[in-house]
T-cell receptor, first 115, second 114 residues
Framework: NAGVTQTPKFRVLKTGQSMTLLCAQDMNHEYMYWYRQDPGMGLRLIHYSVGEGTTAKGEVPDGYNVSRLKKQNFLLGLESAAPSQTSVYFCASRHLRDSVTYGYTFGSGTRLTVV | AQTVTQSQPEMSVQEAETVTLSCTYD???????LFWYKQPPSRQMILVIR??????QNATENRFSVNFQKAAKSFSLKISDSQLGDTAMYFCAFIAYNTDKLIFGTGTRLQVFP
């Protein structure tokens, strides 16, 4: 089982460039999340999805777009990258019916630098 | 809105000693889960321990235990017999029942010295 796979693991962008981060999970989880991690700020929720074709805003959604066209994939897009978006990005997933343990599975993160 | 506060940005402990990491939270919900996650230099998020709010008994996982004080909204993590491999960032996190979002604190960086 691969769990949650994030692609790419590292990326350097120039200001104004666009890119898409891919998150793929093979656990048939309904819920998927994108977080960003910055020093001194912990993990903050960007966007999330409770099922195929649905997305919702989290705490810090500005400058990002997401899509969930397939249940197993959750894409995070940056249309015009800014230095403030330099961060480590984590994807996570959870099973809808896991209301006992609320067990989240995390990817290994993507380190993005915008210069 | 729920918030999670970790007031210790950095902590250090000598190998084999005991250390306690603090976490407080704010919520109007009565049913929720609390978690401690470990993030070593590899960046992987590892679940250390979980506490259900309705359980009065403090959770324990080997050398890791919590002190859960529901009335005070406090959830501290105690690491006994600290090991070099415990060096990591530790995050406290909260989720209310039947909600979609796991909320994290700002983290505590723990360094274990030989």
């Amino acid at each position: 089982n691969a769990g949650v796979t994030q692609t790419p693991k590292f990326r350097v962008l120039k200001t104004g460039q666009s890119m898409t981060l891919l998150c793929a999970q093979d656990m048939n989880h309904e819920y998927m999340y994108w977080y960003r991690q910055d020093p001194g700020m912990g993990l903050r929720l960007i966007h999330y999805s409770v099922g195929e074709g649905t997305t919702a805003k989290g705490e810090v959604p500005d400058g990002y777009n997401v899509s969930r066209l397939k249940k197993q994939n959750f894409l995070l897009g940056l249309e015009s990258a800014a230095p403030s978006q330099t961060s480590v990005y984590f994807c996570a997933s959870r099973h809808l019916r896991d209301s006992v343990t609320y067990g989240y599975t995390f990817g290994s993160g993507t380190r993005l630098t915008v210069v | 809105a729920q918030t999670v506060t970790q007031s210790q940005p950095e902590m250090s402990v000598q190998e084999a000693e005991t250390v306690t990491l603090s976490c407080t939270y704010d919520t109007s919900e009565s049913n929720y889960y609390l978690f401690w996650y470990k993030q070593p230099p590899s960046r992987q998020m590892i679940l250390v321990i979980r506490q259900e709010a309705y359980k009065q008994q403090n959770a324990t996982e080997n050398r890791f235990s919590v002190n859960f004080q529901k009335a005070a909204k406090s959830f501290s993590l105690k690491i006994s017999d600290s090991q070099l491999g415990d060096t990591a960032m530790y995050f406290c996190a909260f989720i209310a029942y039947n909600t979609d979002k796991l909320i994290f604190g700002t983290g505590t960086r723990l360094q274990v010295f030989p």
